[in-house]
């Protein structure tokens, strides 16, 4: 499959070599020889085309993979949220039962309360 010279190219050619004959192998070879080079490349571009996305499928992060990162977060998130808000309620009730254990106003309330349904 040969690729056809311009015709300034061919006038050039044909100046050159004064005998038809070989001057139109001349440009035949050339022609093949482009058309060959053409076809070569049209076949390393696809070549290349994938080597390009094989390696930018590597380097980028997919949909999906960004979704997993996303629900591995926000699980860890709300498992330490959880144990923040166990934390908290275990400090709250420390405190409560300081407050309310050594604060004498409650033990008058506490015995009143005893006493009202007769324990």
Known sequence: MGM???????RVIEEAIPDRDRAEKVIRAL?????????????QKEVVKAEIKEE???ELV?????????????????????RLEIWLKVLAGIMLAGFTLFNPGFH????AFLAYIGA
């Open 56 to 58: 930018l499928t590597k």
């Open 4 to 10: 056809a010279l311009p015709y300034d190219v061919v």
């Open 31 to 43: 022609e093949e020889g482009l058309g060959a080079v053409r076809e070569e490349a049209k076949a």
């Open 62 to 82: 997919t949909k999906a993979d960004l979704e997993a990162a996303v629900a591995s977060l926000r699980a860890e998130f709300e498992a330490r949220f959880v």
């Open 108 to 111: 008058q309330v506490l015995k």
